[in-house]
T-cell receptor
Framework: AQSVTQLDSHVSVSEGTPVLLRCNYSSSYSPSLFWYVQHPNKGLQLLLKYTSAATLVKGINGFEAEFKKSETSFHLTKPSAHMSDAAEYFCVVSPYNFNKFYFGSGTKLNVKP | GAGVSQSPSNKVTEKGKDVELRCDPISGHTALYWYRQRLGQGLEFLIYFQGNSAPDKSGLPSDRFSAERTGESVSTLTIQRTQQEDSAVYLC????????????FGQGTRLTVV
């Protein structure tokens, strides 16, 4: 069975402080993992993806995520939050050779000045 | 085209009417997906097309929902006898290949049933 759990529905940080958005997954197959961002009234944009290469993946806008198979986690981090990072973030799993994307329920990131 | 294109961007319809939503995927993408996003919720899988294979319709919520795709081009999602609970943003995505390729999403169609 495939599933994605985003552990926090809302995260609030101050500008300039680190961001951690947590994601755990369950997959019967070797998965590809993605983080997407959705700004208000905008479409979904790919932040980064893991596809069985390096376990630490760097994405756009300074975000990165680390694939930890032993913990079945794919947490998203950024060293220093910017006001423009305020958005909703979705963790997504796509089991290898099984073309369907399973979305987490999303984490809304609020960045305070 | 440069990205996934969906039309209309907004649709307001009366309860009981049929609606048709259109998706133009990225040229050359064999896989096409429809998702639904209700207000304040995550994305709900509806249907998946891959080339000429039979579509995966496992996410369609009722027989009022149907979708078609001609080859590897345009797809239409049809909702018959719309209900208020059908109000949502309907997102289309396409991807290049099977097995972990990233999906590119359109801007969505915001459907409001009044």
């Amino acid at each position: 069975a495939q599933s994605v759990t985003q552990l926090d529905s809302h995260v609030s940080v101050s500008e300039g402080t680190p961001v951690l958005l947590r994601c755990n997954y369950s997959s019967s197959y070797s998965p590809s993992l993605f983080w997407y961002v959705q700004h208000p009234n905008k479409g979904l944009q790919l932040l980064l993806k893991y596809t069985s290469a390096a376990t630490l993946v760097k994405g756009i806008n300074g975000f990165e995520a680390e694939f930890k198979k032993s913990e079945t986690s794919f947490h998203l981090t950024k060293p220093s939050a910017h006001m423009s990072d305020a958005a909703e973030y979705f963790c997504v799993v796509s089991p290898y050779n099984f073309n369907k994307f399973y979305f987490g329920s999303g984490t809304k990131l609020n960045v305070k000045p | 085209g440069a990205g996934v294109s969906q039309s209309p961007s907004n649709k307001v319809t009366e309860k009981g009417k049929d609606v048709e939503l259109r998706c133009d995927p990225i040229s050359g993408h064999t896989a096409l997906y429809w998702y639904r996003q209700r207000l304040g919720q995550g994305l709900e899988f509806l249907i998946y097309f891959q080339g000429n294979s039979a579509p995966d319709k496992s996410g369609l919520p009722s027989d009022r929902f149907s979708a078609e795709r001609t080859g590897e081009s345009v797809s239409t999602l049809t909702i018959q006898r719309t209900q208020q609970e059908d109000s949502a943003v309907y997102l289309c995505a396409s991807s290049l290949e099977a097995g972990g390729a990233e999906a590119f999403f359109g801007q969505g169609t915001r459907l409001t049933v009044v």
